[in-house]
């Protein structure tokens, strides 16, 4: 595998959709519930456009999994109607599902750095890590609304990760990979 530069234009692109991205991360940091509401709202959308999806690929299979498929593709049509309809309702139950994940991930923790053989730091770090996780969850469940900022605070955080990427590949020519991209470049046979 060569290691040649992007060609100029790309370069510009990928600074010019970087600045674009970590403008956009500032903007989701200052209005972090907003950009959660927004995020529910376009997986919403892309839910409506898989069922549709599944439904047409139902209709067109050969007589294998077709009423399977058309029913899972109506169901999801349906779920992402319910959602689009509620978005509030939507994204209260995403809040409080990320609330409990916490509370279980934490109590996993917790119960990892209790059992087995680990050092005195690594299982106190262990311990420590889930009792927080145990506290984000509970405080995410009593305030959704502090849930929802938390949720679109690390959305921002992962957007300005990946505006500075972009921009740091474009100013040193280096070939943008995205992390699908990575992943699979060291499942290749030499």
């Not at 234009?9 to 959709?17: D, M, S």
């Not at 519930?33 to 050969?62: D, N, Q, R, S």
């Not at 349906?78 to 994940?101: E, H, R």
């Not at 262990?126 to 849930?147: A, C």
Request: aromatic share 12%.
């Amino acid at each position: 595998m060569t290691d040649r530069k992007s060609p100029g234009w790309l370069r510009a692109v990928q600074i010019g959709l970087g600045a674009l991205v970590i403008v956009l991360s500032i903007i989701a940091m200052v209005f972090p519930v907003v950009t959660f509401a927004v995020t529910v709202w376009i997986l919403c959308a892309v839910l409506f456009f898989v069922g549709i999806e599944k439904i047409i690929v139902g209709i067109f299979l050969a007589k294998g999994h077709r009423w399977s498929t058309i029913g899972l593709g109506v169901l999801v049509l349906i779920f992402a109607g319910l959602a689009l309809a509620y978005p509030v309702a939507t994204g209260y139950i995403i809040v409080i599902f990320i609330g409990i994940a916490l509370l279980f991930a934490g109590c996993a923790r917790i119960a990892e750095g209790f059992s087995g053989n680990r050092s005195g730091w690594s299982r106190a770090f262990l311990i420590g890590v889930g009792i927080l996780g145990i506290i984000i969850g509970i405080m995410v469940m009593v305030s959704p609304i502090w849930g929802a900022a938390l949720a679109g605070f690390i959305i921002a955080i992962g957007l300005l990760i990946m505006g500075i990427e972009m921009v740091a590949a474009g100013f040193t020519g280096s070939r943008f990979e995205s992390p699908v991209d990575r992943a699979t470049k060291y499942m290749k046979p030499d």
